[in-house]
């Protein structure tokens, strides 16, 4: 694991790294990223409707192939949700677009 996978982990999408408290807060409901570039950040996706989960993310990061890019993360359709606060499901790296 390089020192960027290494700031990462446990952090949630968006919040930046100097951030006192960059990790999830108590009654938000967040996907935990799995593999490429973002591995083990969490994404809040509080008061995201079903559909809006199954779609997938296609999110910022200067850590993709393409500096400024975006990576694709999609849940896989097999896989239990726990509802509620907390961590409620995964998404799994798909590849990145420019």
Same mark, same amino acid.
Request: charged share 20%; glycine share 16%; hydrophobic share 25%.
């Given at each position: 694991?390089?020192?960027?996978e290494?700031?990462? &982990?446990? *952090?949630?999408?968006?919040? +930046? #790294? +100097?951030?006192?408290?960059? @990790?999830?807060?108590? #009654? &938000?409901? =967040? %996907?935990?990223?799995? @593999?490429?570039?973002? +591995?083990?950040?969490?994404?809040d996706i509080?008061g995201? &409707?079903?559909?809006?989960? +199954? @779609?997938?993310? %296609?999110?910022?990061t200067?850590?993709? &192939?393409?500096?400024?890019?975006r %990576?694709? =993360?999609?849940? *896989?359709?097999d896989e239990? *949700?726990?509802?509620g606060?907390?961590v409620?499901? *995964?998404f =799994? =790296?798909?590849?990145d677009?420019?």
């Open positions: 694991m390089n020192g960027d290494q700031l990462l &982990r446990g *952090r949630v999408y968006g919040q +930046d #790294h +100097d951030v006192p408290n960059p @990790g999830p807060v108590p #009654h &938000r409901t =967040y %996907a935990t990223l799995i @593999g490429g570039p973002l +591995d083990g950040l969490l994404l509080t995201w &409707r079903p559909e809006e989960i +199954d @779609g997938g993310v %296609a999110l910022s200067e850590l993709s &192939r393409w500096p400024g890019g %990576a694709l =993360y999609d849940p *896989r359709p239990s *949700r726990t509802p606060p907390g409620s499901c *995964r =799994y =790296y798909s590849g677009t420019p």
